[in-house]
């Protein structure tokens, strides 16, 4: 079975802290996401990457960033963070649009994350 | 114009109802529509998926009509049960450009009664 995994379900951080957060998958994708999601907002995107080291702001970078060293594996990290920051992070990956087969993306199961 | 546009934001059916979910579209390039399903606890999984070149796409008990010319999609889910009660997210994308990002509704809760 094809997965994304978050490496925690729940994590609670200090403001000012810095946070990391993990994601790992196992479909070979090029394409990897980071959103948040807060209710009556949605999905808002934070950053993507098409490549290894290859990275591009989404709509809401601001406090973030991320680091792709390996396919497979796509990190999250804010700097310092902030009480306005607890949110559900949800991770996805997505093959090249190339690619022969279905579309979509796949999604880690989140990290909620608490910043007090 | 990159916008999708998501209603209602909250939705109550009994049991066997016909729920609609409704989303809106302004850029005319979008040429792939997925619908997603998130259950609470869980990241959202893609349900049924639709291209432009048709009108009606069904899988099983779930229903995409697909509106070109008034740029609009809606889901429906026929007799609707307990376990489709869940947050549902319609997105489009250009499948050509820009690696093909998925642009999100809002998402609609869902709460189907007994």
């Known amino acids: 079975d094809v997965k994304v995994t978050q490496s925690s379900r729940y994590l609670v951080k200090r403001t000012g802290e810095k946070v990391f957060l993990e994601c790992v998958q196992d479909?070979?994708?090029?394409?990897m996401f980071w959103y948040r999601q807060d209710p009556g907002l949605g999905l808002r995107l934070i950053y993507f990457?098409?490549?290894?080291?290859?990275?591009e702001k989404g709509d809401i970078p601001e406090g973030y960033s991320v680091s792709r060293e390996k396919k497979e594996r796509f990190s999250l990290i804010l700097e310092s963070a902030s009480t306005n920051q607890t949110s559900m992070y949800l991770c996805?990956?997505?093959?090249?649009?190339?690619?022969?087969?279905?579309?979509?993306?796949?999604f880690g199961s989140g990290t909620r994350l608490t910043v007090v | 114009q990159q916008q999708v546009k998501q209603s209602p934001q909250s939705l109550i059916v009994q049991k066997g109802g016909i729920p609609i979910i409704n989303c809106a579209y302004e850029?005319?390039?979008?040429?792939?529509f997925p619908w997603y399903q998130q259950f609470p606890g869980k990241g959202p999984a893609l349900l049924i998926a639709?291209?432009?070149?048709?009108s009606e796409k069904k899988e099983g008990r779930f229903t995409i009509s697909f509106n070109k010319s008034a740029k609009q999609f809606s889901l429906h889910i026929m007799d609707s049960q307990p376990g489709d009660s869940a947050t549902y997210f319609c997105?489009?994308?250009?499948?050509?450009?820009?690696?093909?990002?998925?642009?999100f509704g809002k998402g609609t809760k869902l709460s189907v009664k007994p």
């Open positions: 996805a990956s997505s093959p090249n649009l190339g690619r022969v087969g279905s579309y979509g993306y796949t």
């Open positions: 479909m070979d994708h090029e394409n």
């Open positions: 990457s098409y490549d290894v080291k290859m990275k």
């Open positions: 850029n005319t390039a979008f040429d792939y």
């Open positions: 639709i291209r432009p070149d048709v």
């Open positions: 997105a489009a994308s250009i499948e050509g450009g820009s690696q093909g990002n998925l642009i």
